[in-house]
């Protein structure tokens, strides 16, 4: 059995990814937003979101409220494809970036 492929390390992209539906929010780059159908409760805040259609923006688990809009930039693009993410209403992720 080769194992060559076993553990390939995908070095991060050289630019910050961007998702269409998070730029038109108005969410800094980096982040991802998705439409989600179901409760769920905000990382950050910690409320849970009952409205039906309610946006969820996945922030990845390493930034901060504090940190500036280039050190969040950064961490979405070192953990675009290997760090994990949490799930952040709309309203706390449009908070980020803002000192």
Do not use: Y
């Not at 998702?19 to 929010?25: E, G, H, I, P, S």
């Not at 937003?33 to 309610?54: D, I, K, T, Y």
């Not at 990845?60 to 799930?87: K, L, T, W, Y």
């Amino acid at each position: 059995m080769s194992d060559q492929w076993a553990f390939v390390k995908v070095p991060p992209p050289k630019t910050v990814p961007v998702d269409d539906l998070a730029r038109n929010l108005g969410l800094l780059p980096g982040l991802r937003a998705e439409q989600h159908n179901s409760l769920f409760r905000c990382s950050s805040c910690n409320n849970m979101q009952v409205e039906p259609e309610q946006i969820m923006v996945w922030v990845p688990d390493s930034v901060m409220r504090h940190d500036s809009a280039e050190a969040i930039a950064e961490i979405c693009r070192r953990s675009a494809f290997n760090g994990s993410s949490s799930g952040w209403c709309l309203t706390c992720a449009k908070k980020l970036g803002k000192g």
